[in-house]
C-alpha cells in the first residue's frame, strides 16, 4: 500500500510516499481502508522530531482517519466488514490502510462525510476533556478560547456553545477568521494580533474576567491571559502553536484564586479510557442534535502533504484539513 513516511527527522517537504507492506490487525484491532484523513499540528510537530512523542523511525504519521473495515482482528465484535468507521490512531493515518484498536473506534453517523468524520475526534475529544473534566465548566460562565478557528479552537467554541456557557469570547491572528468564530458560536471574536485581548475580555465582563480560558498557544499569549481570568477562574493549557511556554507567576495564581490546568488527552487512554468513552456518548448527543458540525476548511489529496502541513504552520488555515486518497 501507499503511505506517507517519515525516514529522518524532517520538514513537510522531506516527507516521502512510499510502498510499504499493509497493516495486518491482529487480536482486538479492526483494519480500516483509509479515505480521509485529518491534519493535526502535532503531525509537523512529530515529522520534525519537536513533539513530546519521537516514534522510532521510519513511521507513517496521522492521527485520525475516517473510512471503510476492511478486516476484524480476532475477538471485535460489534463491527461488520465494509461498514464506515472513523478511528483515532496513535501513529499510522496518511496510509491508503491503517489498524486501530476496537475502542478507539466508532461507526459513522448516516450523513458525516469522511471528510468531517476525519475531522472529529481528537479535536472534539480533546476540547470536550478540557471544557468538561478539566475545566469544569458551568452553564453561563464566560469563555476565553484563543485561536479559535483553529482545529482545537473551534470545537471549543462549538462545545462551550452546546454545554450552555454564557459569553463566549474568541481570538484569532487574523481579521478573515472572525466571521467563521462568530458563525461557529461565540459572540465576540477579536484579532489578538490587533486588539489587546486582555481589555476587551475585561470590558465585556464588567472586569470580573473570564471564568474559563482555553489556550492553544502558550507563551506570551497564555501569560496575558492570566491578566482577564475571573476569580476561581481555570486556564487550560492545550498547546503551544507560538512555540514557546508561558511562564505562571506563583504568587498571582495564589492572590486571584485561579487554576492553570494541563490538558493532555492523549493521556487519558493510558489512565481512564472510560473518560474518552463517556466523553463519545456526550459528543454523539450534540452531534446528533446539530450542535457540532466539523468544519472543514481545505482538503488535498494524500500526496500533497506537504502542502497541507505548510497551509496550517502559515496560520492562514481555518478549521480542519483533510487529505482524502
Ligand atoms: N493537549 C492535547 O491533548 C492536545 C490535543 C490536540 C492538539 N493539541 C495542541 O493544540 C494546538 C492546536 O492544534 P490544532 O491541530 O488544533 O491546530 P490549529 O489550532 O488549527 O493550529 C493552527 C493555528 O495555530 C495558530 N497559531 C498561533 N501562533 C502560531 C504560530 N506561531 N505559528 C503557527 N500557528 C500559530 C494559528 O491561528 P491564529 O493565528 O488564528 O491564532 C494557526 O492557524 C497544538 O499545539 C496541538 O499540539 C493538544
Same mark, same amino acid.
Given at each position: 500500500?501507499?503511505? %506517507? ?6 520538514? @513537510?517537504? *522531506? ?9 495486518? @490487525?491482529?487480536?482486538?484491532?479492526? !483494519? ?25 523511525? @521510519? ?10 473495515? *476492511? ?36 461507526? %459513522? ?32 460562565? =464566560?469563555?476565553?478560547? /484563543?485561536?479559535?478557528?483553529? !482545529?482545537? !479552537? ?16 474568541? =481570538? ?21 494580533? =490587533? ?15 473570564? *471564568? ?13 491571559? =492570566? ?34 490546568? !494541563?490538558? /493532555? ?5 493510558? /489512565? ?51 487529505? /482524502?486518497?
Amino acid at each position: 500500500m501507499k503511505a %506517507i513516511v517519515v525516514r529522518q527527522w524532517c520538514e @513537510p517537504r *522531506d516527507l516521502v510516499m512510499e510502498e510499504v507492506d499493509r497493516p495486518v @490487525p491482529t487480536a482486538g484491532q479492526v !483494519g480500516i481502508r483509509i479515505q480521509s484523513a485529518a491534519l493535526n499540528f502535532p503531525d509537523v510537530l512529530m515529522a520534525a522530531g519537536k513533539y513530546q512523542v519521537k516514534p522510532p523511525l @521510519p513511521f507513517t504519521p496521522g492521527f485520525e482517519v475516517a473510512g471503510t473495515i *476492511d478486516s476484524l482482528g480476532a475477538g471485535v465484535t460489534g463491527f461488520t466488514p465494509g461498514q464506515r468507521v472513523l478511528a483515532q490512531l496513535s501513529l499510522g493515518g496518511f496510509a491508503e490502510f491503517a489498524v486501530a484498536p476496537a475502542p478507539a473506534t466508532q461507526a %459513522i453517523p448516516a450523513g458525516m462525510s469522511d471528510d468531517q468524520a476525519a475531522a472529529f475526534p481528537l479535536v472534539y475529544q480533546t476540547s470536550y476533556v478540557g471544557l468538561v473534566v478539566r475545566g469544569a465548566l458551568k452553564q453561563g460562565e =464566560t469563555v476565553l478560547v /484563543h485561536s479559535a478557528a483553529g !482545529g482545537v !479552537g473551534l470545537a471549543a467554541v462549538q462545545i462551550a456553545r452546546a454545554l450552555g456557557a454564557g459569553r463566549i469570547i474568541g =481570538t484569532a491572528g487574523s481579521d478573515h477568521k472572525l466571521e467563521l468564530i462568530r458563525q461557529q458560536g461565540a459572540d465576540i471574536a477579536i484579532n489578538y494580533q =490587533t486588539e489587546d485581548f486582555v481589555e476587551v475580555v475585561k470590558r465585556e465582563t464588567d472586569g470580573r474576567g473570564a *471564568d474559563v480560558i482555553y489556550d492553544p498557544v502558550g507563551g506570551e499569549i497564555g501569560q496575558r491571559s =492570566t491578566k482577564c481570568i475571573a476569580f476561581e477562574g481555570r486556564l487550560l493549557i492545550v498547546g503551544f502553536t507560538g512555540g514557546a511556554f508561558s511562564n505562571f507567576v506563583s504568587n498571582h495564581i495564589l492572590l486571584k484564586n485561579y487554576s492553570v490546568v !494541563g490538558v /493532555h488527552w492523549g493521556s487519558y487512554q493510558k /489512565h481512564r479510557p472510560a473518560t474518552i468513552a463517556q466523553a463519545w456518548k456526550a459528543l454523539w448527543e450534540m452531534y446528533r442534535a446539530g450542535q457540532l458540525r466539523p468544519v472543514v476548511g481545505r482538503r488535498y489529496p494524500m500526496p500533497q502533504v506537504a502542502d497541507a502541513m505548510e497551509l496550517l504552520t502559515s496560520r492562514a488555515a481555518v478549521g480542519k484539513i483533510v487529505l /482524502h486518497w
